[in-house]
Every structure is written in C-alpha cells, then in structure tokens.
T-cell receptor, first 117, second 112 residues
Framework: DADVTQTPRNRITKTGKRIMLECSQT?????MYWYRQDPGLGLQLIYY???????NKGEISDGYSVSRQAQAKFSLSLESAIPNQTALYFC????????????????FGPGTRLTVL | GQNIDQPTEMTATEGAIVQINCTYQTSGFNGLFWYQQHAGEAPTFLSYNVLDGLEEKGRFSSFLSRSKGYSYLLLKELQMKDSASYLCAVESFSGGYNKLIFGAGTRLAVHP
C-alpha cells in the first residue's frame, strides 16, 4: 500500500462549486503540505501543517482552505472553484526536523488532477 | 527574494552523461534537494546536499557550492527510463520552519 494517498485522483467540476481534496499518510510523519503544479511552473506551496494544531499559509493560499483532522489526514478545500484553479495538486509529508541543519525530505502522494470548467 | 533557475529542457543520448544545473538566490539556505518526476506522477526524492561537494548515489551524483549558489545533478549511463523532469528545490529556514522552494524543473528527453 502507498504511504501517501490522495482522493480523488481526477475531478472535473464547474465554476462556483465547493471541492475537497483529501490526503492520508501511513508514514507517521508530523508535517503535511499541499502544493499545486501548473505546466512550466514549479510546485507552489498552498498550505502546510507541522502538527495537528499548527496550520500555516504558503505562497498561494488565496481561494483555498485546509483542515488537519488528525496526524494522518490533511484536506484541502476550494470554497468556490474557479477555472484558474485547474492544476495538478500534490500532498506531501515529512518527518520532524531535529534542528536547523537536519534533513526534512518530503514524500509526495500520487496527485489529484483537478479541472474547473 | 527567492529565485531558483534551471534549464527548461535538455536532450541526451542513451548511455551518455548529462549535467543539469541549478542556480539559486534564497535567504535562510539550509540545503538543496533534487527530485525526479515522470509525467503525471509524483516527484520522488533523488538526493540532498547540505555541505559543499559531491554526493554520489549509483548513476546519479549531486554537487553543491553554497558560496556560488550553484548545484548540479549528474546522470551517468543514461537509460530511456531517465526521461523525466528533474526538480531542484532549496530548503529555506525561516520563522522557525524549514520549507522547500522548487524550481520550475528541467525536462530531460533521452533518445536512442
């Protein structure tokens, strides 16, 4: 079984609809992240959470919200989807960093391809 | 500000060696990652450099120069399955947290 899973894998929706993307992990990691990827652009950080009570905005949080339901679950919501939110969305996890110079390798889920018409 | 540059596309021949460069300007630099991403799939971890020098891992090696803000990924004995995008990502420490800042990726095409 995959360590990081995302549902759904593909979704087509209409402008104005509310959408939730879900992420679960069995790696026992504290930290979880949501990114979006557009053609020709790097992965852009939407939100990140370093434990259940910690939620932080990333570079492009406008139009998105998140919920950390448990250590293993982190969901991303689009309250009112718009066409320029059409993208590939990735969830990632990493273990707790021990300090400023320790590795914090991120492991990615398989992605959700979202199309907003 | 944060800036990461890598070539958009590269092509190479099966069996050859290719070097993918990455230059960066960031604050709170902690280390540099390379990820491989096949089309439509998740990025997968390749290497991590925190100190200057070369890290070798099988056919793949990664180099870092912190003073020059420069890294490269070296792929030897290229295989067709190496056709993928290669993402350079800087680990930036700020506000008590480590975050990854990704470059746009280099799309490598390996041909026979």
């Amino acid at each position: 079984d995959a360590d990081v899973t995302q549902t759904p894998r593909n979704r087509i929706t209409k402008t104005g609809k509310r959408i939730m993307l879900e992420c679960s992990q069995t790696k026992g990691h504290d930290r979880m992240y949501w990114y979006r990827q557009d053609p020709g652009l790097g992965l852009q950080l939407i939100y990140y959470s370093f434990d259940v009570k910690d939620i932080n905005k990333g570079e492009i949080s406008d139009g998105y919200s998140v919920s950390r339901q448990a250590q293993a679950k982190f969901s991303l919501s689009l309250e009112s989807a718009i066409p320029n939110q059409t993208a590939l969305y990735f969830c990632a996890t990493s273990g707790s960093s021990g300090g400023a110079y320790s590795t914090d390798t991120q492991y990615f889920g398989p992605g959700t391809r979202l199309t907003v018409l | 500000g944060q800036n990461i540059d890598q070539p958009t596309e590269m092509t190479a021949t099966e069996g050859a060696i290719v070097q993918i460069n990455c230059t960066y300007q960031t604050s709170g630099f902690n280390g540099l990652f390379w990820y491989q991403q096949h089309a439509g799939e998740a990025p997968t971890f390749l290497s991590y450099n925190v100190l200057d020098g070369l890290e070798e891992k099988g056919r793949f090696s990664s180099f870092l120069s912190r003073s020059k803000g420069y890294s490269y990924l070296l792929l030897k004995e290229l295989q067709m399955k190496d056709s993928a995008s290669y993402l350079c990502a800087v680990e930036s420490f700020s506000g008590g947290y480590n975050k990854l800042i990704f470059g746009a990726g280099t799309r490598l095409a390996v041909h026979p």
